[in-house]
């Protein structure tokens, strides 16, 4: 019988750690979402008569937001992992990355978002070289491009997902042993963590009724889920 808890316990664990807490993640959430979606507008407004020029810039800009947005998320890991344990949280702990060992922050987010671009560099390209009059099809093969792009980006925040963590409780690591570790660490789990993060997709649909903001409540359920599924991996494997 495996010693890791079932979705359904972790998520009792992450309700009970949002118990009294929910202004402070809920607050934390909207502040990230707004954050990253006024980020992510520089990606759309930098442009160049130059395509080459307008290429690089994109993919630039891209890197930079998400590189920042992936700081940002370490920031809600820190808070999410501290109520996991009990302990307090506060709105200001979005901003812990920047603050703490900036450097191994940059870098591991550096190197997220590098790989997320990977995922979506035929978009950008397919956008740069081509328009709806030049070939038929258009928005059907935009549409599978961008949908491949993100499957990629999914699988790399799967894969990393608990990397976050580690930089939170093992700070005298170097970013390439915090990274390695977290792969190692979700190794044999990333079906477990991705079943996990299904098992929401039905509230987010429901959340659509409430034009959204009950996305926010989801969200921190979500990321309060997946803190409790790293104290529940660190708490049966050795790292």
Known sequence: MSAFKE??????????SLLGNLTTTVISIFLYMLSTMTLSELI???????????????MVVFFVVNTCANMLRLG??????SLQFGRTARIRDLLYAFRNDSNTAVIISAFIAVLELA????????LTFFSAQ???????????????????????????AMCSYLFLDFSGFTAE???????KLIRGHL???????????????????????????????????????YKDLMGNTAF
């Open 7 to 16: 979705n359904k316990y972790l998520k009792a664990d992450a309700r009970e």
């Open 44 to 58: 759309a407004n930098f442009r160049s008569g130059s395509i080459l020029i307008s290429l690089l810039l994109s």
């Open 76 to 81: 809600l890991s820190c808070i999410f992992l």
């Open 119 to 126: 995922c979506m560099m035929p978009v950008f390209l397919f």
């Open 134 to 160: 030049d070939i038929p099809g258009y928005q059907v093969i935009y549409l599978l491009l961008f949908l491949s792009g993100l499957i990629g980006t999914i699988a790399i925040r799967i894969r990393y």
């Open 177 to 183: 042993e915090l990274i390695r570790g977290g792969t």
């Open 191 to 229: 079906g477990r963590l991705f079943r996990l993060y299904l098992s929401f997709i039905p509230l987010y649909i429901l959340s659509v009724l409430s034009f959204g903001v009950a996305s926010l409540w989801v969200s921190s359920y979500t990321h309060a889920a997946e803190a409790a599924f």
